[in-house]
């Protein structure tokens, strides 16, 4: 699908939620097909919060980190994979 977005980190929660709301997967965060809208200001949080760690954690190995959070339950901590 390439349905994708990029910003530099670190990042706050409004970016995030831009973000979110910029892909074309969004209606279906947001209630499309008889669902139930996603809680998008946890995830937005989850984000910023992922973008701090991954700023912090490519400062002090001088190096780019990459990171694929999927899925992400918010009745579980699922913890992202990184490659």
């Known amino acids: 699908m390439k349905d994708v977005v990029f910003r530099r980190c670190p990042f706050g929660d409004d970016v995030a939620e ?3 709301r910029s892909i074309k997967g969004a209606p279906l965060l947001l209630g ?3 669902r139930p809208p996603v809680d ?3 995830l937005a949080h989850m984000l910023a ?3 701090a760690f991954a700023t912090a954690a490519g400062s002090s190995s001088h190096r780019s ?3 694929r ?5 918010r009745d579980k901590v ?3 994979r990184t490659q």
Do not use: Q, V
């Not at 959070?69 to 339950?73: A, G, I, K, N, V």
């Open 49 to 51: 919060r992922l973008s």
């Open 18 to 20: 831009l973000m979110i």
């Open 40 to 42: 998008i200001k946890a």
């Open 78 to 80: 699922l913890s992202p």
């Open 32 to 34: 499309a097909r008889g």
């Open 65 to 67: 980190i990459s990171t």
């Open 69 to 73: 959070c999927s899925p992400c339950r």
